[in-house]
């Protein structure tokens, strides 16, 4: 039996969500999105039992990625599930697992192995949490697992908190993608973690703290002072417009499109266009990228309780994680000019290689476009109906798309950043990328309604 095999088993120890019979109307699959939501919404209210220190709340990139909420239920949040599927891309990316996803049952095979992994990262990280100390005052220098002030047993009442929440998550994930709702629960999720934390970072208050948080309640408290900057991160008017800015160029460059001229048989010399996305890699790039580097600091407690709190190697961990962690705020990205430079050259060259690894793997090469072109019925004006020829032309619009979609989007969540934009650079793109795509899915799901004889021309299953 295989790794994947092995992990495919491993995900039937958590119930499994069938799919429909018969395709739920859109608005019964958009009211089980909203009870999902809710719930998300609740549990992540919901404090963790045997807690006597909530983690520092401030906006961090993990806590936006993986839409979690310090020291409650969704501490977790969705790291388990995005975690499982970044390495699992990326072995099968490098070839390193022999499966193709283009094959419905090794496309079946992935998801479930995806689902086994998540599990053990979800008890992998909800034990490194508890190892290392995380909701108890600990004095500094002291041994997480042998000086933590609580015992055993609130220690593993913890740690099952966390992971039963965590498979929770994975459910309530695979019952929107079998077609219980719309969209996917990561997706959701994400979306609701960057709305909470753009709210608080517009009117969030905490009484007795003055000027600590929220804009507005600081402009209110303090009308005769511009707000232009703030110290330490705190939202401010740059990070305002900034916010508004990045939104408007967003949403223009998500309209931008580059045109193909094609034609075919069943067109009579009829031409036309395959419009290809401005923006062809979205907002997966910097996805990764801020998957990537929320999970360096998602593992901090699991580097703590192994190598030690006062190790050089922990040190080196933590400045390492500094360097490419996203300053949050004008003045915090002068202050250390080396930290902005550092974090803003590393995002570039992980989105460029993120950018180019998806294409790949989802489908968009050249390769993959031109096979689908022979197959639709359509070719390039002027070639021969050759696979390798239409190859080689896509590629020249592909691969700079690639670069130029990948470059722009680091540059926009770099950008963002710099300026303290509210919900984080990356945590905009991805807000606006997603709802460009509830937009597109449930407009697509609104016309099949309207229109029986359409759902049967696509193919569709009632």
């Known amino acids: 039996m295989g790794v994947m095999d092995w992990l495919a088993a491993l995900a039937d120890i958590v119930p499994g969500v069938p799919k429909p019979a018969q395709k739920p109307s859109l608005y019964r699959r958009l009211g089980w999105t909203a009870i999902v939501l809710v719930l998300y919404l609740i549990m992540a209210s919901i404090p963790l039992y045997g807690v006597t220190k909530t983690p520092s709340s401030q906006v961090e990139l993990q806590r936006i990625i993986f839409a979690s909420a310090a020291g409650t239920l969704m501490e977790l949040g969705i ?21 193709d996803l283009s094959d419905p049952e090794d496309r079946r095979k992935f998801t479930a192995a995806q689902k086994g992994l998540s599990i053990i990262f979800a008890l992998i990280e909800a034990t490194a949490y508890v190892l290392g100390c995380r909701y108890w005052s600990l004095p500094p220098g002291t041994n997480p697992i042998t000086g933590c002030p609580v015992g055993w047993d609130i220690r593993v009442i913890v740690i099952l908190q966390l992971f039963f929440a965590a498979i929770l998550v994975i459910i309530f994930d695979e019952m929107l993608q079998k077609g219980w709702g719309i969209g996917s629960a990561i997706s959701l999720f994400i979306l609701a973690g960057v709305a909470r934390t753009m709210m608080w970072d517009l009117l969030g208050y905490v009484p007795g703290q003055g000027m600590t948080f929220g804009f507005i309640p600081a402009i209110i408290r303090h009308p005769s002072i511009l707000m232009l900057t703030r110290p330490n991160g705190f939202p401010d008017l740059t990070g305002l417009l900034a916010t508004v800015a990045i939104v408007v160029l967003l949403v223009y460059l998500q309209a931008m499109r580059v045109e193909i001229p094609v034609t075919g048989p069943m067109l009579r010399g009829i031409r036309r266009t395959i419009p290809l996305q401005f923006i062809y890699v979205t907002n997966i790039p910097i996805l990764l990228v801020a998957i990537l580097v929320g999970d360096f600091q998602l593992f901090r407690p699991a580097v703590v309780t192994l190598l030690g709190p006062t190790s050089r190697l922990t040190h080196y961990y933590d400045l390492f994680v500094y360097y490419i962690s996203p300053p949050r705020g004008f003045i915090i990205a002068l202050h250390d000019p080396l930290r902005t430079t550092i974090f803003a050259v590393s995002w570039i060259v992980f989105s460029i290689i993120f950018g180019y690894l998806w294409v790949e793997l989802a489908g968009l090469s050249p390769s993959m476009q031109a096979d689908n072109l022979i197959k639709s019925g359509l070719e390039i004006p002027g070639l021969r109906r050759n696979p390798k020829i239409l190859e080689s032309i896509l590629a020249r619009y592909i691969y700079p798309l690639t670069f ?59």
Not at 85 to 95: D, F, R
């Open 79 to 99: 790291s388990p599930i995005v975690t499982a599927g970044l390495i699992l891309e990326v072995l099968v990316g490098a070839k390193l697992l022999d499966i």
């Open 404 to 462: 130029l979609s990948s470059l722009i989007v680091a540059l926009i969540a770099i950008v963002a950043d710099i300026f303290g934009a509210y919900g984080t650079g990356a945590g905009i793109l991805l807000a606006v990328g997603i709802i460009d795509q509830y937009y597109m899915m449930i407009s697509y799901e609104r016309a099949i309604e309207t229109y029986p004889l359409l759902r049967r021309l696509l193919g569709e299953r009632v």
